[in-house]
């Protein structure tokens, strides 16, 4: 009995002394989680891993020793400045708490311990492997004060981050009538009428898709409800040199060109609902929201079903976010924008200063806007949410003859020469709808001149007597097919004016109609990596496939009116690639793509087809194609 209450007492009194222990060690205080780590993990450089670690510390003093150590091994202070700073630590804790250092503390500290120094950790392995998001160049969510993790910091608190890749490709087409390294619209729209006896089969290595850009973020000094942000980006995909030194290199001596140059005002009325204001050169929010995924770049589907462009800008914007588990968002942007047309004047090497007045000689700004419905229509991880997005747009051109330019039978009825006006008009509505199985994009458009949007075969405006009666004064008819008896240059060379008389003899200048076009593309892409369960942190994680169908077209009732010959009116592509996303840095892709061009020649004239105006392999053809196969890396940084 005695035996078993002393091994009792025993046990009683072990349980205290532990108890005791850890009720001391509960009752010693733990640090505050510091501040500055706090704001360092917001600003992006401490990960929230390592900023738990420093927060884990029992002291204030052991803190600021780890985020010393940790910064030190970022590279982010140097080596004198952590000798510097860890002295410092050292006095501090000195004086605080009456310890006696070394004296060599007080005056420098050494390199952090190998076990102390914090390792560079990588980024963590995702959790799921994203599904495929659609390309989406205008932003819709409002820029976020400190939002940008900057590469470079620039004076008080400005910062820049850099951006860019390098693409490399080999092509091979089986007709490229151009000589360019892109596809264009056959029969002549993008160059020579013909392709040669073969159809002009090419070879190329292109290198001068590569892209550079900054972003920057300045502060709001005045408060925390506005961010200031700008973009800069341009590439090399301009002219080729022309100079003693580089005339006969040429080839590869392309230079540099402006994409993007912008500054962008977001303020935030609240968590819900935001505005901004952009200034500068941006993608216009007529067509370009939807654009089609390819690794040919260079043209992007140009008049083949894919309608964009960039262009100078004032654009302004309202959003609001309705919340929710879908988070329905709206977004209104309607802009000012530099009326361009992209005309073709005699002198293609004076473009810049001839062919684009008839648009700033309308004297008024092009009308776009957007509106946008954005919803999370897959709640899965990693899927981006859909939009739904309608845009549309209108502008004027004039087209201006001078008074030495007038016939002379016109002269007295235009002593001061004469101008003619044309409208321009247009309207998208497309989706883009990603899932955790398949990401679907669609756009379609519908307007009007629409050249200077790489749409409607690139045709532009022509003269229309049709608009109403063109005689002489003795009722014979003057203006037929689109020719009549007089005509001029416009003042910039790019477009020929034509003058007649009207059913009461009158003289008057024909009126200029524009070229109707239609047309859009639908494409469907697989994350076959996801689909097939890969493992996220694996080299199999990168893998997709996608499929894409456009087709762009001009009214051929309007084609036929000025070319009874034949010209082209329609052309379509189909696109397949295999993409394999190696890490963040290299992707790899094979593009292997059909493009066909058809002609309006397709009204019988005396038994036969009047082709005479469409070429192909040196005789009159209705339709050629180009069978395309690209591949190449993409270096992105």
């Known amino acids: ?100 250092l070394p004296a060599a ?35 819709l969510e409002p820029s976020k004060q400190g939002g940008l993790a900057p590469d470079i910091t620039l004076g008080s608190k400005a910062k820049l981050k850099l951006y860019g890749f390098f693409k490399s490709t080999a092509v091979y087409d089986t007709s490229l009538a151009t000589g360019a390294d892109f596809p264009l619209p056959g029969f002549g729209r993008g160059g020579f009428a013909d392709t040669g006896p073969d159809g002009s089969p090419e070879f190329h290595l292109k290198a001068r898709a ?60 609240s968590d819900e609902t935001s505005a901004f204001a952009l200034f500068g050169q941006d993608w216009v929010p007529f067509g370009s929201s939807i654009l089609p995924a390819m690794l040919e770049t260079t043209g992007n589907g140009i008049s083949f079903g894919s309608i964009y462009t960039r262009d100078p800008q004032f654009r302004f914007g309202l959003y609001h976010n309705f919340g929710g588990p879908r988070k329905f968002t709206i977004g209104i942007e309607p802009a000012i924008v530099l009326p361009a047309f992209g005309n073709q004047p005699s002198d293609v090497g004076v473009q810049l200063g001839q062919s684009e007045r008839q648009g700033v000689d309308s004297q008024r700004p092009q009308i776009e806007g957007r509106l946008v419905f954005q919803f999370q229509a897959d709640t899965a991880k990693g899927v981006a949410p859909a939009q739904i997005i309608l845009s549309g747009m209108h502008a004027s051109r004039r087209a201006i ?113 524009p070229v109707r076009a239609v047309g859009g593309f639908a494409q469907v892409s697989f994350p076959l990596s996801r689909i097939f369960n890969a493992n996220p942190a694996g080299r199999n994680a990168g893998w997709t496939v996608s499929f894409l169908y456009g087709e762009d077209q001009a009214k051929a009732r309007d084609i036929r009116f000025f070319n009874a010959n034949g010209a082209a009116n329609k052309s379509d592509m189909g696109v397949g690639n ?39 392999r040196g005789l009159a053809a209705r339709s050629m194609h180009d069978w395309r196969n690209e591949f190449g890396p993409i270096f992105t940084f």
């Open 105 to 139: 503390a007080h005056v420098s500290a050494g390199e952090p311990e190998a076990a102390m120094a914090a390792a560079p950790q990588k980024p963590a392995a995702p959790a799921v492997i994203p599904a495929v998001a659609p390309i989406r160049v205008l932003q």
């Open 578 to 616: 295999l993409t394999y996303k190696m890490n963040q840095y290299v992707t790899f892709v094979y593009e292997s793509s059909l493009y066909r061009t058809r002609s309006t020649c397709n009204t019988p004239v005396a038994g036969t087809f009047n082709c005479s105006g469409t070429i192909f």
């Open 401 to 513: 003859v001078v008074r030495s330019a007038i016939p002379a039978a016109f002269l007295a009825a235009f002593p001061s020469g004469t101008t003619v006006d044309s409208s321009r008009n247009g309207w998208t509505a497309g989706f883009q709808l990603p899932t955790r199985y398949a990401t679907i994009v669609a756009n379609y458009y519908n307007g009007e001149d629409l050249r200077w949007y790489f749409a409607g075969e690139l045709f532009s405006i022509f003269n229309d007597p049709r608009v109403g009666v063109f005689t002489t004064p003795a009722a014979t008819t003057l203006c037929t097919a689109g020719a009549c008896a007089a005509s001029a240059a416009s003042i910039d060379g790019s477009s020929t004016v034509l003058f007649g008389y009207n059913s009461s003899g009158s003289p008057v200048v024909v009126p200029q109609s």
């Open 210 to 269: 590569a892209r550079f850009g900054a972003m920057y973020e300045w502060p709001d000094l005045a408060g925390s409800n506005n961010t200031l942000t700008g973009r800069l980006e341009f590439d090399w995909e301009g002219n080729f040199s022309r100079a003693l030194n580089r005339n006969i290199s040429s080839i590869r001596s392309n230079m540099p060109s402006l994409r993007l140059a912008y500054m962008r005002i977001d303020h935030k009325f």
């Open 1 to 100: 009995m005695t035996r078993r209450l002393s091994l009792l007492l025993a046990v009683v009194l072990a349980f205290g002394l532990v108890s005791l222990a850890a009720a001391q060690q509960q009752d010693q205080p733990k640090a505050a989680p510091n501040p500055l780590v706090q704001l360092l993990q917001s600003k992006g450089v401490l990960t929230a891993q390592e900023a738990a670690a420093i927060n884990q510390a029992a002291t204030p003093a052991e803190q600021q020793q780890r985020l010393t150590q940790l910064l030190y091994s970022k590279g982010i202070i140097t080596q004198d400045e952590y000798k510097q700073t860890a002295a410092a630590e050292a006095r501090t804790v000195s004086e605080t708490q009456g310890t006696l």
